[in-house]
Structures are given as C-alpha cells and as structure tokens.
C-alpha cells in the first residue's frame, strides 16, 4: 500500500467509488476560481445582474506564509489551495460587495447509473489577513476571528432533468458578532426567483442557485438560501494569533436518488441529516448529469480572510 | 513534468490613478509572467507597471527591476525578473486616462 493510499484511508472516509483525491500540495488538481459567464454580446460581457461577480479574487496554492512565524505550510506538505476574499465587505443584510467572496470549483460528472450517494470530505483551515491590531474595546487585540464571516463546501448538482445545491456553511461571524453555527444550502418557502436576485427581474438566476451571492439575509444570521441545521452550533479551532492555522476535517454525504442530505460531520461530531430535502429546480439546458463539488469564503469586514484546503476526497457509492 | 497555471488577477474592469493587485502566492513556480491585456482606451493613458514582493503578503516593497511603460491598446508583457519568492503583485499606475483591463499571472515551475 503507498503512502498515499495510507493517508486516503487514515484521514478520509471515502464512499466505494473515489472521484476525485486531491493533495493539493501536488497541484491545482482542476479547482479553479469561479467567474460569471462571459457569453454576452457584443464583447463578452456578462448577463445583467445586481450582483458584481468577476471581482472574486483568484484561487492560489499557498505556503500559508506570515509576518512573525514565517511558513506554516499544508497538513501533507507545503501546499495548500487558498481561497481569500478582497478586502471590502458589505453589512450582512446586504448584497456581497465586488470581492468579497472566494470560490473555488471543480466540474465533474455523473459515470455510473448505480451511484447513488455523493460525497465530499476534505481537510481545511482558515484565517483572516494580519494587517492591523484591531483597537478599540477587542477583548483580544490583533485576534481577528470575527473578520471571516463565512465558509462551506458543498456541490452544484444536476440529474434526470433537475439541479440542485446541496452544501454547508459554517456562519462564523455577523456583523463583527462570532455566531459560530453551521447552515445547510435549502432556499426558503414562498420566495421568488425575483426576490432571490435582490429584485431583478429577468435575471437568470433561479431561486435555490448560488445562494453564496444571492438570496436575503437577516440581522440574526438568517438567510433565504440557508436553513440553521438543527443542533448546529460548533466552536471551530481558531488558535491564539491569526497566524496559527489548525488543519480541520469535514464531510458531507448526500443521496441523489432521493435528493436529500444524508449526513454531515466536522472534527468529530455527526449530524444525522436524513429526511433533508434539497430544493430541486427544473434543469439548465446542457449540463445534465454534472457535478461540480465547490468551496467558498467570505469576509465581514474590509479585510482579507482565507480559507486553505489540504486536501478532498469526492466519492461516490 | 512540470506544473503551469494562470490566474485571473482583474477581469473587464476600467482602471485609472494607481493599485495593486492581488497579492498572489507563487512559491512553487520558477517563472512569473503578467499579461496586461487592454481591452479599450479612454482618453490618451499611459500605463506604469512595477513588479513589488512580499515576505507576509502585506508589506511591499519594489523588486528592482525597471518598470514597464505601456500605451494603447492590445497586449503587453511584464516579465518577472528570476528570484521572486512567495508572494509578488503588480503595482500599477494609470495616467491620462483610463484603460479596460483583463489582467492575469502565468506562472509555471
């Protein structure tokens, strides 16, 4: 058995069929930025929307390199795949700033009629830039956890003539408040197609897709793209400085025959997810049986934060 | 076999007065290229291009190189000089107008 067999095993909890292993102290692997669509005449441009999204910055293999300790490198190496924001954000109950947010995708497909069930798993960290000491009443002066306001990981999926997004956020801060609680990607009741698009009528977006940069959000935290998984709460590792990363592991299972969550787990804890609908939509032309697994981040204030992923393991079963 | 990326750093954006762009982690490559597309001109600009370095990707501070002056339309080359370290930008300065840019990094090692 190779080493990196070993690790597979050891660390990960991959259905019967892997999809995807990828250490990205080997390389991108295909994860790449997500931009808007650029299909629109005469030059390109992107369709109409309220919503600035060809400002989300690029996604980097990072040293995870910083001011004082220098570098600290991957959990398999010295590479990692970041995700970072730019350093501007919009109040919460707003539509994301231009860059405020980080995506990373990769696009896969469907490849046997038996698989069910779709996983993802991977090992992450995050931070927040060390620009400057925050002053002020802070009770812990140049900590800024509460600067990353999100992150999650999850799939865009279509099959047998429907899409959805399946996915989990971990809602760490609004407004500068620590929340500290994990959502699931389940767009609200009653909603329309032109409310989830800030009011835009026409735009392409339908209620349920891309609730990162659409979809309402409330002063408590609460959004129309994401539901509070019951039992949610979860105090994550965010060690003494900002420059102190601590590799943590997430999965998410899900079962695409009856398009539901299965189950979810972070470090140690299991939530049983069964009887979760995901909220399908009538398929987009072109792209039936796809699989896209994605990463995202977002900042809660004008500073960059960062979101770093050693290493996912996509599966099937 | 060696390992090649590019990377959007600013997409079909009017860009005047000075920036820089993103900082960008590059340790695993051994070349660096920026590629300054301008896709349209307003006015008459002239565009000064500074490659800068950084130790933590907050403090920078100009590679010693010569900066590239760029006018009109079209592509242009900023090749980085060897021994560039982690985290590099390009600081960029736009006068006498404004330029539509696509700007990425190509870096490869």
Not at chain 1, 28 to 39: A, D, E, K, R, V
Not at chain 1, 257 to 272: A, H, N, S, T
Not at chain 2, 67 to 88: A, D, M, R, W
Request: net charge negative; charged share 25%.
């Amino acid at each position: 058995m190779s080493v990196d067999e070993i690790l597979l095993k050891s660390r990960f909890q991959p259905l019967e069929r892997i999809l995807a292993y990828d250490v990205f102290n080997t390389g991108f692997n295909g994860w790449m930025t997500l931009m808007p669509n650029f299909t629109e005449y005469p030059d390109f441009d992107v369709p109409a929307t309220l919503v600035c999204k060809d400002q989300w910055p690029p996604v980097m293999l990072s040293s995870a390199t910083y001011r004082y300790p220098g570098t600290h490198g991957a959990m398999s190496g010295t590479y990692s795949l970041k995700l970072s924001t730019r350093p501007v954000a919009a109040p919460y109950v707003e539509k994301p700033a231009e860059g405020s947010l980080g995506h990373a995708i990769k696009r896969l497909s469907f490849y046997r009629p038996e698989n069910r069930f779709l996983q993802i798993e991977c090992w992450f960290s995050y931070t927040a830039e060390q620009d400057v000491v925050d002053g002020g009443d802070r009770p812990q002066p140049g900590l800024h956890e509460n600067s990353i306001r999100d992150f999650g990981m999850g799939f865009d999926v279509q099959e047998h003539g429907k899409r959805y997004f399946v996915g989990m956020r971990y809602l760490n801060a609004v407004d500068g408040k620590l929340t500290q609680k994990w959502q699931y990607v389940h767009s609200r009741d009653g909603v329309t197609d032109e409310e989830w698009a800030y009011g835009l009528k026409g735009d392409w977006c339908k209620k349920g897709v891309d609730p990162w940069w659409f979809g309402k959000r409330y002063p408590n935290g609460d959004h129309d793209g994401f539901m509070n998984l019951p039992d949610g709460g979860q105090k994550l590792i965010y060690n003494e400085t900002d420059c102190k990363l601590n590799w943590q592991y997430m999965r998410l299972k899900i079962d695409t025959k009856l398009r539901e969550y299965v189950e979810f787990q972070c470090q140690d804890k299991i939530w049983d997810m069964r009887g979760t609908k995901a909220d399908a939509r009538d398929g987009y032309d072109r792209i039936d049986n796809l699989i896209n697994p994605l990463f995202w981040v977002g900042t809660d204030t004008n500073r960059r934060v960062f979101f770093y992923v050693d290493s996912v393991v996509v599966s099937q079963e | 076999m060696k390992m090649v990326n590019d990377s959007h750093l600013e997409v079909k954006k009017y860009f005047s007065g000075t920036f820089g762009t993103h900082p960008y982690e590059v340790g695993w490559a051994d070349e660096a290229i920026f590629f300054v597309m301008v896709e349209k001109i307003e006015g008459n600009p002239t565009l000064t291009a500074q490659v800068q370095l950084s130790q933590d990707g907050v403090h920078w501070a100009d590679d010693g190189s010569t900066p590239s002056v760029f006018t009109g339309e079209g592509l242009h080359i900023v090749k980085v000089q060897p021994n560039f370290g982690n985290y590099i930008r390009l600081y960029v300065n736009i006068e006498g107008g404004k330029m539509f840019l696509n700007l990425h990094i190509v870096c490869k090692g």
